[in-house]
Structures are given as C-alpha cells and as structure tokens.
C-alpha cells in the first residue's frame, strides 16, 4: 500500500511559476516511476510528465520547455517545477506512482493561471 500526498497548488497570474510536490509514504519499495497527470473541465486525464527511478524523463509536448520534473529518492518526493504558465494549463493535477504490483494516485491539487 502507497500513499501519497500532495502539495504546492494555487492561483498564479499568466507567466509565472509554481512548483508542485508529492511526497509518497507506505510500502515504497519497487517503485520504479512517478509522474504527474492533469484533468481540465470536460476533458479527460492527461499525462504531463513522467520520471522513472534511473532519471530518464518525458513531456508532453504541450508542457515541454516550460515544466521540469525532478524525484529526490532519498525523501520519496517527486516535483513538478511549472514556469511561463498558462491559462491553458489550468486543471486539477495528480501525482501517480509505479509499483510492482499497481499505479497509485494522490489526491489531485488545484493549479489555476489566470489574471
């Protein structure tokens, strides 16, 4: 069992920043990828970013260029650093993680761009 909590969200004006943590806590161990997904109004969960345990990364490209994600293994923490954001980026966006034996999900945060 995993459990993940995350944190970071908020409203930010059009251009700025934000960074997103996920912090993960239970039974950790064969976690071999974490990433993040977002869900905007009336449209379906899409992946955003994805890292695996040796640090190899993926985008989507909408987000390429203006997203970084980062993992701290030592703390059971991934980060998704968000800059030049965009109304279009508005969405509720959950943390998963990878086991061995399933995908695990955080409770979603709220990240609104909007002036």
């Known amino acids: 069992q995993v459990q993940l909590v995350e944190s970071g969200g908020g409203l930010v004006q059009p251009g700025g920043s934000l960074r997103l943590s996920c912090a993960a806590s239970?039974?950790?161990?064969?976690?071999?990828?974490m990433g993040w997904y977002r869900q905007a109004p009336g449209k379906q969960r899409e992946l955003v970013a994805d890292?695996?345990?040796?640090?190899?990364?993926s985008y989507a490209d909408s987000v390429k260029g203006r997203f970084t994600i980062s993992r701290d293994n030592a703390k059971n923490t991934v980060y998704l650093q968000m800059t030049s954001l965009k109304p279009e980026d508005t969405a509720v966006y959950y943390c998963?993680?990878?086991?061995?034996?399933?995908?695990?999900w955080g409770q979603g945060s709220q990240v609104t761009v909007s002036s």
């Open positions: 998963r993680v990878s086991k061995i034996a399933g995908d695990y």
């Open positions: 890292i695996t345990r040796s640090g190899s990364t």
């Open positions: 239970g039974s950790i161990f064969w976690v071999y990828a």
